[in-house]
């Protein structure tokens, strides 16, 4: 059974940083693209970032939607098999739930995650 609980959220300043980690259990990590969503309220969920292997199992491919493109950097720890999103420069705009979810597919320029499992979410709150 596939199992993925975030943490890291809080309550930081804009400007400030956050590393949100997923933990991840019940299938081979390097088989599965995980993805970061993210929802604020009143809007609907956006991908915003997913990890995933490549041609090999050393190699990773990553993506990221536009809008935080520069700021956030995600990163894998195979050995813990926890995915991280590095968060840089927040803005009160990146207040949301924050998820992760896998397996996750890239369909153009928009991350889907149709048939993945979720997580619990983990709550980022931004002070101006």
């Excluded at 400007?15 to 604020?40: K, M, N, P, T, V």
């Excluded at 199992?57 to 700021?71: F, I, L, M, P």
């Excluded at 949301?96 to 320029?109: E, I, Q, R, S, W």
Aim: include cysteine; proline fraction near 2%.
């Amino acid at each position: 059974e596939v199992q993925l609980v975030e943490s890291g959220g809080g309550l930081v300043q804009a400007g400030g940083s956050l590393r949100l980690s997923c933990a991840a259990s019940g299938f081979r990590f390097e088989d599965y693209g995980i993805g970061w969503f993210r929802q604020a309220p009143g809007k609907e969920r956006e991908g915003i970032s997913c990890i995933s292997t490549g041609v090999t199992d050393s190699d990773e491919y990553t993506w990221y939607a536009d809008s935080v493109k520069g700021r956030f950097t995600i990163s894998r720890d195979k050995a813990k098999k926890t995915v991280y999103l590095q968060i840089d420069s927040l803005e009160p705009e990146d207040a949301a739930v924050y998820y992760c979810a896998a397996p996750v597919t890239l369909v153009g320029d928009t991350l889907r995650g149709d048939f993945a499992s979720w997580g619990q979410g983990t709550q980022v709150t931004v002070s101006s």
